[in-house]
Antibody, heavy 120, light 108 residues
Framework: EVQLVESGGGLVQPGGSLRLSCAAS????????MHWVRQVPGKGLVWVSR????????NYADSVKGRFTISRDNAKNTLYLQMSSLRAEDTAVYYC?????????????WGQGTTVTVSS | DIQMTQSPSSLSASVGDRVTITCRTR??????LNWYQQKPGKAPKLLIY???SLQSGVPSRFSGSGSGTDFTLTISSLQPEDFATYYC??????????FGGGTKVEIK
């Protein structure tokens, strides 16, 4: 079964750091681009970051650029999001998602999400 | 950045109704538009990619159309399990990937 499972969410103080993980199974992880997407409860979906299949190219939303780092370990079939200098507005459910084969297509596999709460 | 405008933001419909949701952009995105369904407490699910291609396993009552700046998601006969929030997302000009604001489909 194709599956993505996020972990690492939790409560963190403003200015703190957190690392999210996304464990992939059931497909050849190393051949797919991957994304992080977040959602404030009751609000819409917001793209956060993406990484290409070998990890050599990354992109970020302006709101997290310089604070978040996406990475992957293809040997461990795991995607990461290192978050630092966290702000209250980073509070959200964070989803990892797999990009379809074609560059212009969508995200066809999603994890269940992990909740990050930034609060003192 | 390409802004996505969905309408309506919410709608009420009955089982069996034909439902249409619209997504518009100010600049052309060719056909690189995807549609997702999200139920409360669950992850989004890809329904349609490249404007009109049905994702594997998605019922045929879902269809997408459009190109350029105007796109439509249609549910031909609304079923109880279709009550959810629907999002469009463009893949033409990235980064960033951008989503519409969502359309909540509720039971009338």
């Amino acid at each position: 079964e194709v599956q993505l499972v996020e972990s690492g969410g939790g409560l963190v103080q403003p200015g703190g750091s957190l690392r999210l993980s996304c464990a992939a199974s059931g497909f050849t992880f190393s051949t797919y681009w991957m994304h992080w997407v977040r959602q404030v409860p009751g609000k819409g979906l917001v793209w956060v970051s993406r990484i290409n299949s070998d990890g050599s190219s990354t992109n970020y939303a302006d709101s997290v650029k310089g604070r978040f780092t996406i990475s992957r370990d293809n040997a461990k079939n795991t995607l990461y999001l290192q978050m630092s200098s966290l702000r209250a507005e980073d509070t959200a459910v964070y989803y990892c998602a797999r990009h379809q084969r074609d560059y212009y297509y969508g995200m066809d596999v999603w994890g269940q999400g992990t909740t990050v709460t930034v609060s003192s | 950045d390409i802004q996505m405008t969905q309408s309506p933001s919410s709608l009420s419909a009955s089982v069996g109704d034909r439902v249409t949701i619209t997504c518009r952009t100010r600049q052309s995105i060719n056909r690189y538009l995807n549609w997702y369904q999200q139920k409360p407490g669950k992850a989004p699910k890809l329904l349609i990619y490249e404007a009109s291609s049905l994702q594997s396993g998605v019922p045929s009552r879902f269809s997408g159309s459009g190109s350029g700046t105007d796109f439509t998601l249609t549910i031909s006969s609304l079923q109880p399990e279709d009550f959810a929030t629907y999002y469009c997302q463009q893949s033409f000009s990235t980064p960033p990937l951008t989503f519409g604001g969502g359309t909540k489909v509720e039971i009338k």
